[in-house]
């Protein structure tokens, strides 16, 4: 009720017992029907997905899909992510014949105004986890049960939800192997997928200029200059995208992985990433679809290995549900005191890939060219930029938010501060990632830095890892001119790394005074 002590979502309390039926075809025949919503959110698609199945044993169903960014307010989707929804979108829409709804808004208005127009009696969807998606769920759930709307809501997007694993005493873990060893194996096993269902669309008339392709066209998700021309033709969005790219990593790229998914020029890692974040895909059908290559027992180490990324995703989730303030605070309240420093110019040379070292070059330029970057790249831009030029971790985690098409408040963010060391299960902050070594183990030949920094080509690869250590006739052999050409490295490793252990150090003194 609101201050006038009406119902704002429904104000005309006879309507709670009221059900509306509609006509619809199905299958040539007419049948009688009520009208379900099933809203549509990080789930876009229509094999496994608990919500859609259940809205279909009840009635034809209305699909909805709203961009609120004005809940999201800062963790609004970023300038990649929404190329990547532009075309998951169009596919969904496709797959549901033209009939998805698309609205752009507060979600807890413009779900109410909806289902009062179009006379909905239930309304389905799947949870998400991010804090400000919990908050407006629990408020648009509470307010349409007041109203006499039945909603009901599943468990889409993971194997295991946060409150559904804990310690013997009730606590979360901590650790990221006793939670999944000991947490998630020992808990009830990931459901089977899902079929997907028989479609029994409404008909909406009333709502016509909302429907379908023009309305995806009309939420504007493609920027108005042309950078994003790479992220389109390096992704093939949609459901069906995502399950061929399952079904070529489990066929090419997992016998290996164990090893492979450490050497960003390898075809060893799924790069599912997106797919899993806009819920093209459930984990539940990776999960068990890769699990039927166990009949293959070369693979088992590396299936073993790529199942614990996946339990990783689920860790996150698992973090950020537990402690909300995840994106915004390190976990380890010491790291509070951190003398970060504030370096726009650094900042600046990271973010364009101008650092002077190769491997974080490439990584920063792969980011920005194609919406991803390889998982071992990301821990050396990471640890660069927070380590080396003692930039504060927010600094990348806004830079990836942006840039990411696979950006997820709960994986960024927490894999931002483990790479800062000031996480959960963080990685200690001694450990600084060399970009030159880590060049040279993971990138021996140098043929993903050639394809992300193509002015090195010519760079013998003794040398490509650290130009600037290439003898003055070598790079003039290569027509590179340092500072004109390639960027001379924009800190000294040495020197940084020591710098950064040093303001550690003093952390904890500080820590301590602070009490
Ligand atoms: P694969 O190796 O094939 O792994 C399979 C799946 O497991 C991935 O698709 C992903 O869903 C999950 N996964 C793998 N590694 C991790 C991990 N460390 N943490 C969480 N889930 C994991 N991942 C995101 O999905 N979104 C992000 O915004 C994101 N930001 C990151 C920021 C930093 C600084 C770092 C170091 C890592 C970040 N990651 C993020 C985690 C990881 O880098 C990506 O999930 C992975 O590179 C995606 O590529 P893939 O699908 O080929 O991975």
């Known amino acids: 009720m609101n201050a006038h002590g009406t119902n704002p979502i429904n104000p005309r309390p006879s309507i709670r017992r009221i059900t509306f039926y509609i006509i619809v075809q199905c299958e040539g025949a007419f049948i009688i029907s009520t009208v379900n919503i099933i809203w549509f959110r990080q789930d876009l698609r229509l094999h496994d997905n608990p919500a859609l199945v259940a809205a279909l044993q009840t009635g034809c169903i209305l699909p909805v899909y709203i961009l609120d960014d004005e809940n999201a307010e800062q963790w609004a989707m970023g300038g990649a992510s929404r190329v990547f929804l532009h075309e998951s979108l169009h596919r969904l829409n496709e797959s549901l014949e033209q009939k998805l709804l698309v609205l752009k808004g507060d979600a807890s208005k413009l779900l109410p105004k ?159 990433s997106p797919h899993l974040h806009f819920g093209e895909i459930s984990p539940n059908t990776v999960w068990h679809r890769a699990k039927t290559m166990l009949s293959e027992a070369s693979v088992e180490s590396d299936l073993d290995c790529f199942l614990s990324e996946i339990a990783w995703r689920e860790f996150s989730y698992y973090l950020l549900y537990h402690k909300p303030q995840l994106p915004h605070e390190p976990i380890q309240a010491k790291f509070q005191y951190f003398p970060w420093e504030q370096s726009p110019a650094l900042l600046k040379a990271w973010q364009q890939g101008k650092t002077g070292y190769p491997l974080v070059d490439a990584g920063m330029r792969e980011l920005w060219r194609t919406g991803y970057m390889h998982n071992r790249v990301r821990m050396v831009v990471g640890s660069f930029l927070v380590k080396n030029l003692l930039i504060h971790w927010r600094e990348g985690e ?118």
């Open 114 to 272: 909806l289902i009062r127009e179009t006379q909905a009696a239930r309304i389905y969807w799947n949870r998400c986890y991010e804090p400000w998606r919990i908050a407006r769920d629990k408020k648009i759930k509470s307010e349409l049960k007041e109203a006499g709307i039945e909603v009901e809501t599943f468990n889409g997007s993971l194997l295991w939800e946060p409150w559904s694993v804990c310690k013997q005493d009730g606590s979360p873990y901590q650790v990221f192997t006793p939670y999944y060893r000991k947490g998630c194996l020992q808990a009830e096993p990931p459901r089977l997928p899902l079929a997907k269902p028989d479609l029994i669309l409404a008909s909406t008339s009333s709502h016509k200029q909302f429907q379908g392709a023009d309305a995806i066209d009309a939420l504007e998700l493609l920027p108005s200059i042309n950078w994003h021309s790479e992220i389109r033709s390096t992704w093939k969005m949609g459901e069906a995208a995502a399950s061929e790219r399952l079904d070529e990593f489990l066929q090419q790229g997992l016998e290996d992985y164990k090893e492979g998914r450490n050497f960003p020029a390898r075809q060893n890692v799924s790069r599912l």
């Open 398 to 515: 806004q830079w990836f938010w942006d840039c990411l098409i696979d950006a997820d408040l709960a994986s960024n963010s927490a894999s931002w501060q483990w790479i800062a060391g000031c996480g959960a299960d963080a990685a200690p902050y001694f450990r600084v990632f060399n970009p030159v070594t880590q060049s040279k183990k993971f990138d021996a030949d140098g043929e993903y830095i050639k394809r992300f920094v193509p002015e090195l080509k010519q760079l013998p690869a003794k040398y490509l890892h650290a130009p600037s250590e290439a003898p003055a006739h070598i790079l003039q052999e290569a027509g590179i001119v340092l500072g004109k050409d390639y960027p001379m490295p924009i800190v000294d490793l040495k020197p940084s790394r020591e710098r950064a252990l040093a303001a550690f150090k003093s952390l904890s003194a500080d820590s301590l005074l602070q009490g």
